[in-house]
């Protein structure tokens, strides 16, 4: 067990749809990032929070938006859900904002859209 | 589980050989590499780290060396056993975040 908490671990839901994913960082650490892994792509890093702030954002779509709430807590709302949606999406924590001594992932929500 | 990167790169290696397994990263720019590994169905998990300041880092069976010059890192298992099978990762410290490789699929053969 990482410490890192991500809920649900399977979802499957229809096309157009919108779902939550939540992530609970290791106790004490501030930053939550999110990551999206398709089956033919390596990781893509989808946004960065801090402390409640958004740090950083990657390849993430308008579709998607996500905040981190003052527990420290994040979810990442996937919504007009297209096939190619489907993926694996994982959240990683850090101590700080800065991301000099790596992340420590969860296990992933793996999102199947029909 | 699901199977991360039906389409990766496979190194195949007899259980008890040494494995190496290579990484071109992109930004020379970059500060900071890690390894990371990730077993079907699991997160990547970390395996060993290094700074640019640096050109060999070793752990416990592994050992990370960089050469800046040609943007280049490799990941090295000792006496490698069926527990390593799975797919590496190699990630670059650059700008605001992790750059992420796209992975390579180590298979253990009996």
């Known amino acids: 067990d990482s410490g890192v908490t991500q809920t649900p671990k399977h979802l499957i839901t229809a096309t157009g749809q919108r779902v939550t994913l939540r992530c609970s960082p290791r106790?004490?650490?501030?930053?939550v990032y999110w990551y999206q892994q398709s089956l033919d792509q390596g990781l893509q890093f989808l946004i960065h929070?801090?402390?409640?702030?958004?740090?950083a954002k990657g390849n993430i779509l308008e579709r998607f938006s996500a905040q981190q709430f003052p527990d420290l807590h994040s979810e990442l709302n996937l919504s007009s859900l297209e096939l190619g949606d489907s993926a694996l999406y994982f959240c990683?924590?850090?101590?700080?904002?800065?991301?000099?001594?790596?992340?420590?992932f969860g296990s992933g929500t793996r999102l199947t859209v029909v | 589980g699901e199977s991360v990167g039906l389409h990766l790169p496979t190194l195949s290696v007899q259980e008890g050989d040494n494995s190496i397994i290579n990484c071109a990263y992109s930004?020379?720019?970059?500060?900071?590499f890690i390894w990371y590994k990730q077993e079907s169905g699991k997160g990547p998990q970390f395996i060993i780290d290094?700074?640019?300041?640096?050109d060999k880092r070793q752990g416990q069976r592994v050992t990370v060396l960089l050469n800046k010059t040609v943007k280049h890192l490799s990941l090295q298992i000792a006496a490698t056993q069926p527990g390593d099978s799975a797919v590496y990762f190699c990630?670059?410290?650059?700008?605001?975040?992790?750059?992420f490789g796209p992975g390579t699929r180590l298979s253990v053969l009996p």
């Open positions: 930004n020379s720019a970059s500060d900071y």
């Open positions: 990630a670059e410290h650059y700008g605001q975040n992790f750059v």
């Open positions: 990683a924590s850090s101590p700080s904002g800065d991301i000099s001594y790596g992340y420590t």
């Open positions: 929070y801090y402390n409640g702030e958004e740090r």
């Open positions: 106790s004490g650490d501030l930053s």
């Open positions: 290094i700074r640019s300041n640096m």
